[in-house]
C-alpha cells in the first residue's frame, strides 16, 4: 500500500531553520505530483509547496516565498522542503500529499492529491 512518511519536524526558534524529508513507498514516485500542506493549530489546512513529478516546476505559497524551498530526488523517493527563517505563524502539523498527475503545472488543491502522510510538528518559538 502507498505511504508518505514525513521526519525532521520538531522546536526551533524564530529565525531557525529546519529541513522536512517525505518518504514515499508503494508507489512509482516519478509519476507522482508532490506537496507540502500545513494545519495551524485551530485554523484549516492549507497549501505550503508544490513539486510537479519531474522537478521542473515548483510553486510556493506567498506566505512562505523566500523562505521555504520545496524539491524532491526521485532516485529516492523523497520529496524535501527546506523551511529557513522560520517564524511563530510557521508554527503547524507539516502533511506531505501524493497527486498521480503528469504535467507542468503545480497542484494547489488539496482535493486533488489522493495519498497523504501522517503529519510532523513543527514549533517555532519566539
Known amino acids: 500500500q502507498v505511504q508518505l512518511v514525513e521526519s525532521g519536524g520538531g522546536l526551533v526558534q524564530a529565525g531557525g531553520s529546519l529541513r522536512l524529508s517525505c518518504a514515499a513507498s508503494g508507489l512509482t514516485f516519478g509519476n507522482y505530483a508532490m506537496a507540502w500542506f500545513r494545519q495551524p493549530p485551530g485554523k484549516e489546512r492549507e497549501f505550503v509547496a508544490g513539486?510537479?513529478?519531474?522537478?521542473?516546476?515548483?510553486y510556493h505559497a506567498d506566505s512562505v516565498k523566500g523562505r521555504f524551498t520545496i524539491s524532491r530526488d526521485n532516485a529516492k523517493n523523497t520529496v524535501y522542503l527546506q523551511m529557513n527563517s522560520l517564524k511563530p505563524e510557521d508554527t503547524a502539523v507539516y502533511y506531505c500529499?501524493?497527486?498521480?498527475?503528469?504535467?507542468?503545472?503545480?497542484?494547489?488543491?488539496?482535493?486533488?492529491?489522493?495519498?497523504w502522510g501522517q503529519g510532523t510538528q513543527v514549533t517555532v518559538s519566539s
Open positions: 513539486i510537479n513529478w519531474s522537478g521542473g516546476s515548483t
Open positions: 500529499a501524493a497527486s498521480p498527475r503528469k504535467g507542468n503545472l503545480v497542484i494547489t488543491f488539496a482535493a486533488m492529491y489522493d495519498y
